[in-house]
């Protein structure tokens, strides 16, 4: 199991937290609220023999966790890309976005345009707009 940035950081300040010179699997999994296989698995990338030892101490692998977190940090976060209500509200329904946005002069259906995550979720707001409509009445 790959350990994610959250739950990284959580271990790490938990383990740093802890005045006990020895913390093992299952006395920080009673910390945090997981249990000790997943926390297992997670250290296993670090510690290989950790399956093998219950009473390994996650003290000596608190250098190597930093060195990962650093890591983490590095990586950049993917921005979501959010639809705002002025994004759609400029059509007047879904014929009204397919007409502006995919027909080529004449009103013919354009066959080439491509369709991006954007433009799909433009489409699926304004579906759900006409279908809440259609409800109401």
Do not use: W
């Amino acid at each position: 199991m790959k350990l994610t940035k959250t739950a990284l950081k959580k271990y790490i300040r938990i383990i740093k937290g802890s005045n006990k010179k020895v913390l093992t699997c299952d006395q920080l999994s009673k910390l945090c609220g997981e249990k000790s296989s997943v926390l297992r698995e997670a250290f296993v990338e670090f510690e290989p023999l950790i399956n093998f030892d219950s009473n390994f101490n996650l003290k000596e692998l608190l250098p190597t966790l930093l060195i990962e977190e650093e890591k983490l940090d590095k990586i950049p976060v993917k921005k979501r890309n959010v639809i705002k209500k002025k994004d759609y509200e400029l059509y007047g329904g879904f014929m009204d976005y397919v007409y502006k946005k995919m027909t080529i002069a004449g009103g013919m259906l354009d066959l080439g345009y491509n369709l991006k995550k954007e433009d799909i979720k433009i489409i699926k707001k304004l579906l759900t707009e006409e279908t809440n409509k259609l409800k109401k009445k």
